[in-house]
């Protein structure tokens, strides 16, 4: 599932790729991926970085993504334990390690890392700001925390991935929680492999988050996103 359209200015594209968090993202300049499983390695030919946001199965395949990077030669973001299984398979210089609080530059578009609430080692979510400021976060398997209400306030975010089901705890509840928390101009219901769960969460945000527009994606599909006005 490669992206071949490049977005306008103040655009960007995304793809979901699996039932989990996974999701391809293309800004004017640079292809992120985070957390790809279950996708062949060579649907993944032009990413610039890959980040990973916790060593679940579901999130991290190390062979996959040790066969990405040698054909691509992209960077890779990764939490803490994520980052230990990948050490002896990526090179020293293509290999670095986030926790909650860091910012990296890929080019123009920034990767801030967040804290995750979800039962892993050293999970985090990923605050991904394209070079023309389209703000989109990435919460993986997060269940909601009080902080969110806080970053809503501070980032002002265009589209925010919620959590909805396989997970431990998570609901189309508690990602209506996260929506209601970050109140993002879209918010995408993912992690889950039923549209009954997606329909849910959708009919949460039009009953109690009216500014909030519900995007309910289908996998391997492209969907583009405009910032906010
Ligand atoms: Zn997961």
């Known amino acids: 599932m490669s992206i071949q359209k490049t977005p306008e200015k103040n655009n960007i594209l995304f793809v979901w790729l699996n ?3 996974g999701i391809l993202l293309k800004t004017p300049s640079k292809t992120l991926a985070i957390d790809p499983v279950d996708v062949k390695p060579k649907a993944l030919q032009n990413v610039d970085a890959i980040l990973i946001t916790h060593e679940h199965y579901d999130h991290l395949d190390q062979r996959l993504i040790t066969e990405i990077q040698k054909s691509t030669s992209c960077t890779i973001i990764a939490d803490a334990a994520s980052t230990k299984k990948l050490q002896l398979a990526i090179p020293n210089d293509k290999l670095t390690e986030i926790k909650p609080g860091d910012e990296i530059k890929i ?3 920034s ?3 967040e804290k995750s609430n979800h039962n892993a080692q050293a999970p985090v979510t990923y605050i991904i700001t394209s070079e023309d400021q389209v ?3 990435h919460t993986a398997d997060s269940l909601p925390f009080p902080e969110l209400a806080k970053l809503g306030q501070q980032e002002n975010f265009d589209m ?4 909805v089901g396989i997970a431990p705890g998570t609901s189309p509840e508690s990602g209506f929680e996260i929506a209601r928390l970050t109140k993002p101009q879209i918010a995408v219901p993912y992690h889950t492999a039923t549209t009954a769960s997606q329909r849910k969460f959708a009919e949460l945000l039009k009953l109690e988050l009216p500014r909030t527009a519900c995007l309910v ?3 391997n599909k492209i969907y583009q996103v405009s910032k906010r006005k």
């Open 19 to 21: 039932s989990y968090a």
């Open 107 to 109: 080019g123009e578009v």
């Open 111 to 113: 990767v801030k890392a």
């Open 135 to 137: 703000k989109v976060y």
């Open 160 to 163: 925010v991935f919620c959590a």
């Open 217 to 219: 994606p289908e996998q």
